[in-house]
């Protein structure tokens, strides 16, 4: 169990965040057709998973327009964009934004994704939706940088998971 903040107030994750140099636990998250997806539908790429709670919110938002940003920088990598929002919610808000360099993904059928990738918040008022974090893996799915963002009202260290991508 991993302890967060949000605006200055614990809140405890259901585990942490896989280690550095581990082999990324597999997923079953929906696309934006409904269709299942694991790692490995996107086998031989780096990825980067840039986890956190909604699109609604202004960070979250604000962290997928700069993963769309740097994706354009990144033709070798994939930006997973993974979260609670409903498929459709979280098509549209690209659609008006205009990304679509980014992958979004949905824990809508099951929330072992975030029991697993360690971020499932176990407390306060998001309880059952995933703390902010941002995960990379390599094109074999070792985690090459991981992130559990301390405080969810702040963005994550977008330049150390860039850097972890080499």
Known sequence: MATITL???EIHTIGDVPAVGSAAPDFRLVAGDFSDRSLKDFAGKKKVLN???SLATGICAESTRKFNQFASEHP????????????FASGQFCKDE???NVIT???????????DYGVLMTDGPSEGLTARAV???DENDKVLHAELVPEIA???????ALKALG
């Open 154 to 160: 702040q963005e994550p260290d977008y330049e150390a």
């Open 135 to 137: 995960v990379v893996l």
């Open 98 to 100: 205009g990304l679509d």
């Open 76 to 87: 070798d990598t994939v930006m997973l964009m993974i979260s609670g929002d409903l498929p």
């Open 51 to 53: 986890i956190f709670i």
């Open 7 to 9: 605006q200055g107030k």
């Open 105 to 115: 993904l949905s824990m809508m059928r099951n929330k072992d994704f975030g029991r």
